[in-house]
T-cell receptor, first 114, second 116 residues
Framework: DQQVKQNSPSLSVQEGRISILNCDYT??????FLWYKKYPAEGPTFLIS?????DKNEDGRFTVFLNKSAKHLSLHIVPSQPGDSAVYFC?????????????FGQGTTLQVKP | NAGVMQNPRHLVRRRGQEARLRCSPM?????VYWYRQLPEEGLKFMVY????????ESGMPKERFSAEFPKEGPSILRIQQVVRGDSAAYFC??????????????FGEGSRLTVL
């Protein structure tokens, strides 16, 4: 029962262009959605999050969009840089009463070509 | 400003042996979590602990796995009688109480267990 899904295992974009990573979820009880970035042989690093009461959150080059009716969120990276090449995980949490239990997607490997 | 410290980074065990993975949370963080990442998969929640208490162990296998976070010292994830299917990367994370609500966790670099 995969509650958080990232259907694209990989994405390749040119430096300077926009990267769009997608994530779908099934559980309408999720309160917070997060994106983590992971380099090989390292732990995931928190990137950006969004509360379910919002539809957009922006932090520098990174913007997360949430469409609750479609149970879909996306991460936009503009402009993309070679250093952004990593695995990106979408995750969801239950917020109120949360115990730090995150439900992760399978990850999308982003490659940004110089 | 040390981050979450995990050791060992790599551990090789033969089937039937025990594996012990250690995690020291970031200074000031009272919440510790363990996640497991199997090859080609995302991270899966295992357990959430506070000092001397297991708060949520809903992701822990019923047998052979245990976790603790004693009053003094690191958190320990213990796997008894390891099998090949236990081979994975085990990540520890910590957070201060006010970030546990949102799920913003600070992860260590992981301990990679290989069972021969």
């Amino acid at each position: 029962d995969q509650q958080v899904k990232q259907n694209s295992p990989s994405l390749s974009v040119q430096e300077g262009r926009i990267s769009i990573l997608n994530c779908d979820y099934t559980n309408s009880m999720f309160d917070y959605f997060l994106w983590y970035k992971k380099y090989p042989a390292e732990g995931p690093t928190f990137l950006i999050s969004i509360s379910s009461i919002k539809d957009k959150n922006e932090d520098g080059r990174f913007t997360v969009f949430l469409n609750k009716s479609a149970k879909h969120l996306s991460l936009h990276i503009v402009p993309s840089q070679p250093g952004d090449s990593a695995v990106y995980f979408c995750a969801a949490s239950y917020g109120s009463g949360n115990t730090g239990k995150l439900i992760f997607g399978q990850g999308t490997t982003l490659q940004v070509k110089p | 400003n040390a981050g979450v410290m995990q050791n060992p980074r790599h551990l090789v065990r033969r089937r039937g042996q025990e594996a012990r993975l250690r995690c020291s949370p970031m200074k000031g963080h009272s919440h510790v979590y363990w996640y497991r990442q199997l090859p080609e998969e995302g991270l899966k929640f295992m357990v959430y602990l506070q000092k001397e208490n297991i708060i949520d162990e809903s992701g822990m296998p019923k047998e052979r796995f245990s976790a603790e976070f004693p009053k003094e010292g690191p958190s320990i994830l213990r796997i008894q009688q390891v099998v090949r299917g236990d081979s994975a990367a085990y990540f520890c994370a910590s957070s201060p109480p006010w970030l546990a609500y949102t799920g913003e966790l600070f992860f260590g670099e992981g301990s990679r267990l290989t069972v021969l």
